[in-house]
């Protein structure tokens, strides 16, 4: 699957004192099976703020609203027309592959120097992870593509994704210039985040604090789904390794990836974790929860929901509207709280969590009269 928002995610580590390794604690018991590793890095938000989904919502707050536009004109006219095509095709996204064993990267700075001294083929096997830990051909063409076989190039656009092809087969038409803007594009970009990371890396490392009493209390799928806030991730044959990152500027999504043997949720920090300084302003909750409420297609879909766990395609058949339709509203309320999305290797379906329903009256009143 590729990354999107989701339907489009111990040892105590100080605050000041982010270990160059992930902290790791093994819910497996020693067993075969999966470990979950906490990855506080601000390295993650620098690119997930590259993304077009960066501050689409008043989940990040006005303040970060505001430098996102900032950042984003102050690049020249040829930055924007690679921050253009880079960003609307997620592959801003998808670059986050390269820093889950780049262990030592902590910065934006020390992520352009990794990807200046890199050259184009670690970023792009970067690019196709997820494509490549779906299908086992895809891994062969694209290496043969590296190699200069341009018969390979065809397959390739052949078996990938819809949503893969055009985007990601274009990248491999020249392989220095793909380097080039990528590295021209995340240079000019650190420039700008360079003075907020400081505070960006304060913010995650506030959010795993919190999450303190939940590393100690849940396990596996279950420590998964209440930091993602829904997104119920089934074990796989294979996979050794999730990891949970805390992120700013994926708020209100969660931002998943794939390796040959991890998965990786990009989570969204929560609400707690911010600083607010408006004591009139409504909680974050609150607004999504009734803006999710507000819409005639969402309530048509939690309607749907209360009869049965479905599918995205069986959603958009008995509504007869398109799938990126039913995505964006899925998002929405997945960012309400108000679904759990079950995620299984390429299988995802989706329940509705009651319990959700009952909070709607009871937060807004918990806002208004305390």
Not at 26 to 50: C, K, M, N, Q
Not at 103 to 117: G, H, K, N, T, Y
Not at 283 to 304: C, F, M, S
């Amino acid at each position: 699957m590729a990354a999107r928002p989701a339907t489009r995610r111990a040892s105590t580590a100080s605050r000041t004192d982010t270990p160059s390794r992930p902290a790791v604690r093994d819910f497996t018991g020693g067993a075969a099976g999966h470990v979950i590793e906490w990855d506080v890095r601000p390295v993650y938000d620098f690119l997930f703020s590259l993304t077009s989904e960066a501050g689409a919502t008043d989940d990040v707050p006005a303040e970060d609203r505001r430098w996102l536009e900032s950042a984003r004109a102050s690049l020249s006219e040829a930055e924007r027309e690679i921050y253009r095509r880079l960003s609307e095709t997620e592959v801003a996204i998808h670059l986050a592959a390269f820093v889950v064993d780049q262990r030592s990267i902590e910065s934006a700075d020390a992520l352009v120097a990794a990807f200046e001294a890199a050259g184009p083929v670690p970023l792009l096997r970067s690019i196709f992870s997820e494509a490549v830990a779906a299908d086992p051909v895809i891994g062969p063409l694209l290496e043969r593509a590296f190699a200069g076989d341009g018969t390979a190039v065809g397959e390739l656009e052949a078996a990938l994704p819809t949503w893969h092809r055009a985007e990601r087969v274009g990248l491999l038409a020249d392989l220095r210039r793909t380097h080039e803007e990528i590295v021209t594009l995340t240079r000019s970009w650190a420039n700008a985040f360079r003075p907020i990371e400081g505070r960006i890396r304060e913010i995650l490392a506030r959010d795993f604090d919190l999450r303190a009493s939940d590393r100690i209390t849940l396990t596996g799928p279950d420590l998964i789904e209440r930091t993602t806030g829904g997104v119920r991730w089934l074990p796989e044959p294979g996979i050794r390794r999730v990891i949970l990152a805390p992120s700013y500027f994926s708020r209100p999504f969660n931002f998943l990836l794939a390796g040959s043997d991890w998965r990786f949720f990009g989570y969204p920090v929560a609400d707690s974790a911010l600083e607010v300084s408006d004591p009139l302003a409504p909680p974050p909750q609150v607004l999504r929860l009734h803006r999710a409420l507000g819409d005639d297609t969402r309530l048509r879909i939690l309607k749907l929901l209360a009869e049965r766990d479905l599918y995205l395609t069986e959603i958009a058949q008995q509504l007869e509207l398109s799938k990126p339709t039913i995505k964006h509203h899925l998002a929405q309320l997945r960012a309400a709280g108000l679904l759990t999305m079950v995620e299984s290797g390429a299988v995802v379906y989706y329940s509705l969590r009651r319990a959700r329903l009952d909070d709607a009256t009871a937060d807004l009143k918990r806002f208004l009269v305390g």
